[in-house]
């Protein structure tokens, strides 16, 4: 999870997990709509929420296959971890142009909490800085 498709303003693939869930709230308002050159054309503003949280993580270090060079059930088990995550949750903004209902140029910016929480935040520093994105179309 993270990038332009998940939990915007997270590094993309920055959480990983066997088990995960995702969330995404966006609200949005066309604030300008006119015609130009037979062209129906709009502006609009959206706020967003993304979050994600994994519920059942996995040890992404190296580890080599068993002797058959294939993964056992020991080995398996050992992969898999049941640490605790808390959720990794992500507000920003964005800009549409919208032409037609079906051509949009959507320009987002969204920024991870953690960077705003105290040092104590177990996410502090870990998803990111935030991100920009520019692309076609809504997200949903």
């Keep these: 999870m993270g990038g332009s498709k998940t939990a ?6 920055r959480i990983t997990g066997l088990d995960t869930g995702l969330y995404t709230a966006e609200l949005r308002w066309r604030f300008v709509q006119f015609q130009a050159l037979n062209q129906n054309i709009a502006f609009g503003l959206n706020l967003f929420s993304d979050g994600t949280m994994v519920f059942r993580g996995m040890d992404t270090s190296y580890r080599p296959l068993n002797h058959q ?5 020991s080995l398996y088990d ?14 920003g903004s964005g800009l549409r142009f919208i032409m037609n209902e079906n051509f949009v140029v959507a320009v987002d910016y969204g920024l991870p909490i953690s960077k705003f929480y105290s040092d104590t935040n177990p996410h502090k520093g870990q998803d990111g800085n935030g991100a920009l ?8």
Excluded: C, W
């Design 8 to 13: 915007r303003g997270i590094m993309r693939a």
């Design 69 to 73: 060079g294939v993964l056992s059930q």
């Design 78 to 91: 050992a992969l898999v971890k049941n640490e605790k995550d808390t959720p990794h949750i992500t507000v």
């Design 133 to 140: 994105y520019i692309g076609l179309g809504y997200l949903f």
